[in-house]
C-alpha cells in the first residue's frame, strides 16, 4: 500500500526555537497533504491543508505566521512550527491523497511527537 | 455542522465478545466514512470505510453498519482480540469538495484476554 513517511519522529527542543517537519509520499504522488495536531487522549484536528504550488488553507484559529507549511514538490509537504513555546508540545500527524486514485483514501504518516521545553 | 459525534469514550470487551462504536454527523455533503485503528505514539490505520449507498459493509471481523436516513454509523468487530485493543476514530469527508476528513472523538478500547 502507500506510504507516507514523516520525520523526525520526535524533536525535543528549547521555547523559542523553530522545528520542521517533513512529510514525503514514497510511492505516489500528492497533490493534497493534510496536517493534524493531537493532544493526548484527544482527537486528530485538522490545522490545515496544503496543495502542491499554492498557498495553505489554515483552519480557523490557526495561526499561519506560527505554523509554516510549505508543499513544494507533489511528495513533500513541511511544518515549520516558529518560535515553538510549551503550548505548541503536541502530536503532528500529516496525511496524504494518492493523485492517480479514484478512491478517497488518505494515508497517514507515523507523526511527529514534538516536546517544547 | 461539521461534527461528528463518536461514543463511547472507552470500552471494555472480553476476549471474543464484540466490540460497537458508534458515530453521528450532521452534514448531509459527507459521502465518505472510514474507521481509522491508532495505537500510542503511532498515526492511524486505515481500518474499513463505507460510502452511503451501501447500509453494510464486512472486511474480516471488521463490520460498518450505516443508516443514511438517521446519519449514524457504527463499527462492529467481532471476535475482538486483546491485539484489538487501541483507539479507534470514526471519520467523515466531503470527498465533491474540500475532501477533509473530520474525526470523531475516538474511543479506547481495551479488550481483556
Known amino acids: 500500500g502507500a506510504v507516507v513517511s514523516q520525520h523526525p519522529s520526535r524533536v525535543i527542543c528549547k521555547s523559542g526555537t523553530s522545528v520542521k517537519i517533513e512529510c514525503r509520499s514514497l510511492?505516489?504522488?500528492?497533490?493534497?497533504m493534510f496536517w493534524y495536531r493531537q493532544f493526548p487522549k484527544q482527537s486528530l484536528m485538522l490545522m490545515a491543508t496544503?496543495?502542491?504550488?499554492?498557498?495553505?488553507?489554515?483552519e480557523q484559529g490557526v495561526e499561519k505566521d506560527k505554523f509554516l507549511i510549505n508543499h513544494a514538490s507533489l511528495t513533500l509537504s513541511t511544518l515549520t512550527v516558529t518560535s515553538a513555546h510549551p503550548e505548541d508540545s503536541s502530536f503532528y500527524i500529516c496525511?496524504?491523497?494518492?493523485?492517480?486514485?479514484?478512491?478517497?483514501?488518505?494515508?497517514f504518516g507515523s507523526g511527529t511527537q514534538l516536546s517544547v521545553l | 455542522q461539521q461534527q461528528v459525534k463518536q461514543s463511547p469514550q472507552s470500552l471494555i470487551v472480553q476476549k471474543g465478545g464484540i466490540s460497537i462504536i458508534n458515530c453521528a454527523y450532521e452534514?448531509?455533503?459527507?459521502?465518505?466514512f472510514p474507521w481509522y485503528q491508532q495505537f500510542p505514539g503511532k498515526g492511524p490505520a486505515l481500518l474499513i470505510a463505507?460510502?452511503?449507498?451501501?447500509s453494510e459493509k464486512k472486511e474480516g471481523r471488521f463490520t460498518i453498519s450505516f443508516n443514511k436516513s438517521a446519519k449514524q454509523f457504527s463499527l462492529h468487530i467481532m471476535d475482538s482480540q486483546p491485539g484489538d485493543s487501541a483507539t479507534y476514530f470514526c471519520?467523515?469527508?466531503?470527498?465533491?469538495?474540500?475532501?477533509?476528513?473530520?474525526f470523531g472523538q475516538g474511543t479506547t478500547l481495551q479488550v481483556k484476554p
Open positions: 496525511s496524504a491523497r494518492d493523485r492517480g486514485a479514484t478512491n478517497e483514501k488518505l494515508f
Open positions: 510511492d505516489f504522488q500528492a497533490t493534497t
Open positions: 496544503s496543495n502542491e504550488g499554492s498557498k495553505a488553507t489554515y
Open positions: 452534514n448531509t455533503a459527507f459521502d465518505y
Open positions: 463505507i460510502r452511503p449507498d451501501v
Open positions: 471519520a467523515a469527508s466531503d470527498t465533491g469538495n474540500t475532501g477533509k476528513l473530520i
